[in-house]
Structure formats: structure tokens, C-alpha cells
């Protein structure tokens, strides 16, 4: 046994539920961790004997942000790219087959070595937790490489196999979800929790809602969980199919009709959106209304989408501060949204919250609230506190 115990917080944001915006927000806490758990919360006047105190010096302490969207998996950039797009050129999807032809050409070292720095620059801004996609693979060997990469960092890996339909099946698509659905599939399942697609119309280079659900339903036979990228370009399809197929989450939401609010409130409890407000900012594309959803009873999720295309940021702390600034969302609301919501959105109940019995992923503010996480915003003030050290 390893115990510590956690004083001096100034704030303690629980995200359990309770209170204003559901953040469970406690003062003159203290919080007792034991191998890696949280082991008890309580009044700081009157812990529990623990091995070792660490004394936050009145700094906010909050659940570690999870990210539960990212692309992690690639060698090469697309600065290019996204200057010719704050240029005027739209994104329409194309730009992934530049980074699969880097991916695929990278040794396995490169790619361990970028995937490695990329979940530490992660952890220096807060987040403890980050769900990896395949994806810039699209070959079996190469989507198994990246899965087995991402493996190494954490539980948390998703099969996107179905990204784009890569170049050299242009002509055929359909064999390309043969290969997805079969013997791709079969290789990426034994290294992957969940398999999602890339659903959308306005690309020439993702897929249909026919193949979309032949990619999930074809996932969930080989004992996946669902997760779909829908309604990023336009009004589409993946809403509705995520929620008829029961997918955890549903992300972009970008352009949402009322019907998608509506079936998105109906899955409460179920679906998941996942809101991606780096990529809105990445692709000056318009931002989805978020208070818009909460007020319609949805669940609502907040994670990055690191990717080189439309959005290489992995600051959790960005997002937050977008989604304040631009989806409506208060202060409070965003941070349960990048906690207790992604961790939601990846049916997991033992992290994205400061309870007896979830992990001990804490993260730490150079602040005395979590406030300053959007009001502060572009200041580096939150950082994943390293209780070995
Ligand atoms: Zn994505």
C-alpha cells in the first residue's frame, strides 16, 4: 500500500453531479489516494493518516481531462494545408491521404517517438486519459501497427480503418468496405475497444450511412464498441446512425437538425455527443450551440480531436476555452463536459470524476479556480499532478 494524501486545494471541482453545473465543487477538501485509486474524499481538517502529504498551495485540483477523440498515430504535418485554408480553400477530406502516405512510411520507432511526445504534451496541459484512433494506416498491416502503437499508451484504442477510402481503392469502394468489414476488421479487433467511421456525404472520400453501418454493424459483431464521426461538413446521416445502432458517441455534431437534437436527447444516457470546437476553429467552420443541446437534455462530451488536418492542437484547456467563448457553454459546464462527460462517452464511470473508488487522475491549476481555465485562456495553467514524483 501507497497512500497520499492531497491538501492545501484551494478548490475541489469532483464532477460527481451535485451543484451548480453538476460539478460537485468542495472547499477545504482533501483527498486521500492509495495505489493509484482515490481512497477517500473529505474535509481537510480531519484526513485520514496517509504515507505522504502533498500540499497543492491553494491551487484548484480537478478530475484529469479525457480526451476522448484524438488521432495520434502519424508521422508528417499539414501546415501547408491549413495555411491554404485560412487562405480560402475548403477542407473537404483529401488532405488525410497525405498523412497516411507519411504514416505508412515511417519506421515503427518514428512513429512510437511522435505518438509518445504527443500523450506527454497531453499530460503537461492536463489531460489523464486519451482515447487513439488508427486510421492513417488503411492497409492491414499498417492499421494493426498503429492500433498495437497505440495500445502501448492506452486502454482506450479505436479501429478507423474507415477514415477515408484510400487512393488506391478510389475505383472500388466497395471492396475497400469488404476489407474493412472482414479482414481488416479481423486483424484491428484484438487491439481495439471500439470501431468508428468517418459518415459523411459532403466528402467524396468518406463513407455513405449504407457503408457507415456496414462498417459498425460489422464492429459490433466482432465485439466493438460504436463510435461515428458525423455531421462535421454539412447536415448528414451519422447522428441518426449513431443513435439507431446505440453508439456510445457521436462526434463533430457540427450541423445538427432538430430531429438529430431530438434523437440525441432520446439517447441520453446511451449516445454521447462530442463536440470537437478545435476543428470548427482549425476549418473557420461554424461552432455547434452546446447550451442549445444541454438545455435540450442531451449529453455532451468536449475533447480535441488531435489530428494533423483540422485540428493539431491536444490542449483540453483550448477546447474548454472555446467551447465557453463560442459554444455557449459556461465555465463549469465545459469542464464537466472534457471529465465526467468524455469519460461518459467512453462508458467508463471510474474516470472523469474525484470519487472514492475512480482512478486518482488529478489534475492541478495554477490557479485558485477552474474558472481561469477559459477566462485565462492560452496560458498554460494546467498540468497533470504526477503523484510519484
Ligand atoms: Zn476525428
Known amino acids: 500500500m501507497n497512500s497520499t494524501v492531497v491538501t492545501g486545494i484551494g478548490e475541489l471541482v469532483t464532477a460527481d453531479g451535485s451543484g451548480a453545473d453538476r460539478l460537485g465543487v468542495r472547499s477545504g477538501a482533501a483527498v486521500v489516494v492509495e495505489d493509484g485509486l482515490v481512497a477517500?474524499?473529505?474535509?481537510?481538517?480531519?484526513?485520514?493518516?496517509?504515507?505522504?502529504?502533498?500540499?497543492?498551495?491553494?491551487?484548484?485540483?480537478?478530475?484529469?481531462f479525457v480526451d476522448s477523440h484524438a488521432h495520434l498515430v502519424?508521422?508528417?504535418?499539414?501546415g501547408d494545408e491549413f495555411a491554404a485554408r485560412m487562405a480560402g480553400t475548403p477542407y473537404d477530406g483529401g488532405g488525410i491521404g497525405v498523412s497516411v502516405a507519411a504514416t505508412r512510411a515511417a519506421t515503427d520507432e518514428e512513429l512510437r517517438a511522435l505518438l509518445a511526445a504527443r500523450v506527454a504534451e497531453m499530460r503537461a496541459q492536463g489531460t489523464t486519459t486519451v482515447e487513439v484512433k488508427s486510421g492513417y494506416g488503411l492497409t492491414i498491416e499498417d492499421e494493426v501497427r498503429a492500433l498495437r502503437l497505440a495500445r502501448e499508451v492506452t486502454s482506450e484504442t479505436t479501429f478507423l480503418g474507415a477514415h477515408v477510402v484510400p487512393a488506391e481503392y478510389a475505383a472500388d469502394r466497395a471492396a475497400y468496405v469488404d476489407l474493412v468489414t472482414g479482414p481488416m476488421l479481423e486483424a484491428a479487433a484484438p487491439h481495439a475497444r471500439w470501431v468508428d467511421v468517418f459518415c459523411e456525404p459532403h466528402s467524396a472520400h468518406a463513407f455513405t450511412a449504407d457503408e457507415a453501418r456496414a462498417v459498425l454493424v460489422a464492429g459490433r459483431e466482432a465485439g466493438l464498441g460504436l463510435r461515428v464521426h458525423g455531421n462535421q461538413l454539412g447536415p448528414g446521416p451519422g447522428v441518426q446512425l449513431a443513435v439507431e445502432l446505440g453508439a456510445a458517441s457521436v462526434d463533430h455534431c457540427t450541423y445538427l437538425s432538430p430531429s438529430d437534437v431530438d434523437a440525441l436527447a432520446d439517447a441520453a444516457g446511451t449516445t454521447v455527443a462530442t463536440l470537437l470546437p478545435g476543428v470548427e476553429f482549425s476549418t473557420r467552420s461554424p461552432y455547434p450551440d452546446a447550451a442549445a443541446l444541454l438545455r435540450a437534455g442531451v449529453d455532451i462530451a468536449l475533447a480535441t480531436d488531435c489530428n494533423p488536418g483540422t485540428c493539431y492542437s491536444s490542449s483540453m484547456p483550448f477546447v474548454i476555452a472555446l467551447a465557453v467563448r463560442e459554444m455557449g457553454l459556461t465555465p463549469g459546464q465545459a469542464v464537466y463536459a472534457a471529465t465526467a462527460g468524455s469519460a461518459r462517452s467512453l462508458r467508463r464511470d471510474d474516470l472523469g470524476r474525484i470519487a472514492v473508488g475512480a482512478r486518482a487522475d488529478l489534475t492541478v491549476l495554477e490557479a485558485p479556480s477552474h474558472v481561469h481555465l477559459s477566462y485565462r485562456a492560452g496560458v498554460p495553467i494546467a498540468r497533470a499532478l504526477d503523484l510519484d514524483a
Open 40 to 64: 477517500w474524499v473529505g474535509p481537510q481538517a480531519a484526513p485520514p493518516a496517509a504515507d505522504r502529504r502533498v500540499d497543492v498551495g491553494g491551487r484548484a485540483v480537478l478530475p484529469g
Open 74 to 78: 502519424f508521422a508528417g504535418d499539414r
